[in-house]
């Protein structure tokens, strides 16, 4: 039976392991699968969500969630991320929001590590949330966007990913300024 405390952490576990599926799901050059691979994605995406929500709201959190929440986020942009420029889906020019997507989730660990031994926590804005929306939506876009015929799709999400990457650098600059004194 699982307890309701248990629930953050497995929703966690859970997007962990769609996020391979996804992927193979990805590479299988089909349509079906690609709705398929949106359709898990969104459910991974969805669980980010919840598995937050629920730790908050009903007080769930725990050190185990804590810690493998963010990496599965992480884990999930990065790797559709990879899987997408492999498919020339990010290509040109779009290459550069993806990599400042990709550098901050880098840097972002990386001070979450540093800070974790200490007493203080690292701030998060609503603008953030608002860039990881936009991250996802347009990561969804680029998944399913060679099952259009028009370009549309495709450029929606490269577009979505370009302004993300523009909300990122602001967030960023604003996250490190705000957490300058933890150093």
Known sequence: MIKLKNIPNLLTIIRILLIPVIIIFMEVDNELYRWLALALYTVACLSDFFDGYLARRFE????????LDPIADKILI???IFILIAHGKISGFFIYPALIIVLREILVSGLRDFFSHSSESLLVTNLSKWKTLIQMFSLGFLIVSSNFDTGIILNIGR???????????HTGYYYFKKNLKLF
């Open 159 to 169: 577009v979505g990913l370009t302004i993300s990457s523009i909300i990122t650098i």
């Open 78 to 80: 990065v790797s559709i």
């Open 60 to 67: 769930l959190e725990s050190n185990f969630g804590r810690f």
